[in-house]
């Protein structure tokens, strides 16, 4: 059974850091395109950023130069380094795989029919 497990999200305040992991098991290999999506109550799940197998890597707007997206294949783990945490940033954290086959160009647009696979989520709140 393929499964995706957050963890890392927690309180800070308003200008600290928080490093996001998800590990994935149940795949003999990490899923060639990844992404962690954000969702506040009542609004809909959006994409924060995506990496693909070739290294490439995507960010919302909001989260470039701030945040970073990386992976450890080794590990089959999927990390988020968010620093400069804004109270906006405030949401569940979701990480999220996509089915084989899906080209970079369509990871990056990060189009949630195309991701499959969620995780739990865990909660991140920054405070002003």
């Known amino acids: 059974q393929v499964q995706l497990v957050e963890s890392g999200g927690g309180s800070v305040q308003s200008g600290g850091s928080l490093r996001l992991s998800c590990v994935t098991s149940?795949?003999?290999?990490?899923?060639?395109?990844m992404a962690w999506f954000r969702q506040v109550p009542g609004k809909e799940r959006e994409g924060v950023a995506s990496?693909?197998?070739?290294?490439?890597?995507s960010y919302t707007e909001s989260a470039k130069g701030r945040f970073t997206i990386s992976k450890d294949n080794a590990k089959n783990t999927l990390f988020l380094q968010m620093n400069s945490l804004k109270p906006e940033d405030t949401a569940m954290y979701y990480c999220?795989?996509?089915?084989?086959?899906?080209?970079?160009?369509?990871?990056?647009?990060?189009?949630?029919?195309?991701?499959?696979?969620w995780g739990q989520g865990t909660q991140v709140t920054v405070s002003s």
């Open positions: 990496i693909f197998s070739d290294g490439s890597t």
């Open positions: 999220a795989t996509a089915p084989l086959g899906l080209l970079g160009v369509y990871c990056h647009r990060r189009r949630l029919p195309d991701f499959t696979r």
């Open positions: 149940g795949y003999a290999y990490i899923s060639a395109c």
